[in-house]
């Protein structure tokens, strides 16, 4: 597994991250911390996780939190891990949480969840663009100065918000946000038949901004939902393409980068799942994509990406069959 510094930080992370939706939920205790180990082994550092994770699916609240930092004490290998969580959470009552109170609110809970007294990365879930953008600043530069957080970053945030708290925090002399986490993958989304609208992609105006300013990227949904890993093709298009995936992912463009992905793969004799994982990492800016893995075999195979590297040439053939 190669590792990366996250620019204008001191963290070292593993250019694999594992996101931890199902932690505690879908994996009981046990398989949580066999996943955990795993990930480990295979040179594994970088977690994502979130205050609300998984909420919807459990009735203990912010199970992945609490899983994650029984775990981290019982292994005591809290100072080797790179513990990336998220607040500013949505609920059922207020989607948008963006006060000092709702931050600091989540923020705390994380701590004691984690069994932490500080936490390396903390994301804000989502923004309201109807607080200012130095209100928000405030409270992040605040809990750092506290020792609460190392540092901060943004997820779903869009270019001209995060510029915006840039430009403020640069003005204070401070730290502005050091990553962003947004939607991205090889598979170009369908984001008409997108639920949420408060997910942003990534467009080409932002990867230039990543590239300008080397700010980190950690997209979420990196694997397009599965779809390069072996159970979709053309063949099955009609039959399932009312499930999640199928909305969101099928098209014609996608297909033809599903085709391509698999020749690269049985080229290099390696698998479609880590080629679609490597052509991330060929941006000229620093890239962690989440994987989300449920099994020791799923977690394996998008770990052979944490190594692979492709050429730009193949890149482009991926991305345009150029």
Known sequence: ?????????????SSICMGTASIGSKLNEEESFRLLDLFVELGGNFLDSSHNYADWACEIKSISEKTIGK??????NRNRIVVGTKGACPTKE???RLTRDDIMHDLH???????TECIDLYWLHRDDPNVPAEEILDVLLDAAEAGKIRHFACSNWTLPRIEEVQRIAAGKGKP???ASQIMWSLAAPNTDNMSDKTIVVLDEETRQYHARTDMALVPFSAQAGGFFGGRYGRDEADQRKQSSVGKVYFSDTNFGRLDRVREVASRLNETPSAVALAYLFTQPFPVFPIIGS???EQLTDSCRAGDLRLDGETALYLETGQ
Not at 71 to 76: A, F, L, P, T
């Open 71 to 76: 775990w981290m004490k019982e292994r005591s």
């Open 1 to 13: 597994m190669k590792y990366a510094a996250i620019p204008n930080t001191g963290l070292n992370a």
């Open 176 to 178: 502005g946000f050091c």
């Open 294 to 296: 449920h099994t020791a």
């Open 109 to 115: 809970g994380s701590l004691r969840n984690l069994q």
């Open 94 to 96: 207020h989607f948008f």
